[in-house]
């Protein structure tokens, strides 16, 4: 009888821990499918229950002529920004600035975002194509005194910024644009730094 006892408590002993080790396994794989799915969508643009993301193609194929036109220089001229030329500066934002600049904020410093008003304000103002594309180029602090490109990613800096060494002048010109459209687009929740208030 006690033998009996004995090996039934072993036998629920060893049931449970399989049972605990096979729930564990269930945890991680499932943790792990639930990250691909995150990511597969998230490179593909598109929800993991089909929605798209703010800023997918469908998103960008509805946007006019009037939001798509943006400032092209100091001199107030303006261009109007193909719809391809808003998905691929999209794209290449998103690999390269987006990971300090998610949805146009700062995270290094909150206070200047990629809003319009944070751009204005900026010394020599970056509100416009030429002026982000020069500040891609050789960047500098918000007050314009100081050059910053080992701080700042910058084709100046691709050596240390290794995401800069294969974007083209055209690929900076598109996530230029792509910044200059976003507040159009999102409003206040594009670059809410300091001056703005959600």
């Known amino acids: 009888m006690k033998i009996e006892r004995l090996l039934r408590s072993v036998l629920r002993a060893v049931s449970e821990k399989r049972a605990g080790k096979m729930r564990n ?3 991680r794989c499932a943790s792990l499918m639930v990250a691909a799915i995150i990511f597969v969508s998230s490179v593909l643009g598109v929800g993991a229950f089909g929605h798209t993301f703010g800023g997918g193609e469908a998103l960008a ?3 006019d002529a009037a939001t ?3 400032k092209a220089n100091e001199q107030g001229e303006t261009v109007t ?3 391809e030329d808003f998905l691929l500066g999209r794209k290449k934002f998103n690999v390269a600035c987006a990971t300090c600049h998610v949805a146009g904020i700062t995270k ?3 206070n200047v975002g990629l809003d319009t008003e944070s751009l204005e304000g900026a010394f020599p103002a970056r ?3 030429a002026a982000l594309v020069d500040y891609l180029h050789n960047p500098t602090t918000y007050d314009g005194l100081v050059e910053i490109s080992e701080l700042h990613p910058s084709t100046k800096s691709s050596d240390v910024y290794p995401k800069m060494r294969n974007l083209t002048e055209d690929d900076l010109e598109a996530i230029s644009a792509h910044i200059l459209v976003m507040p159009k687009i999102m409003g206040d929740k ?3 730094g300091k001056t703005k208030s959600l």
């Open 68 to 70: 798509r036109t943006i």
């Open 61 to 63: 194929a509805e946007l």
């Open 190 to 192: 594009w670059g809410a």
């Open 81 to 83: 920004l193909p719809v």
């Open 108 to 110: 290094t410093n909150p």
């Open 127 to 129: 509100d416009n194509l």
């Open 25 to 27: 396994l269930f945890k």
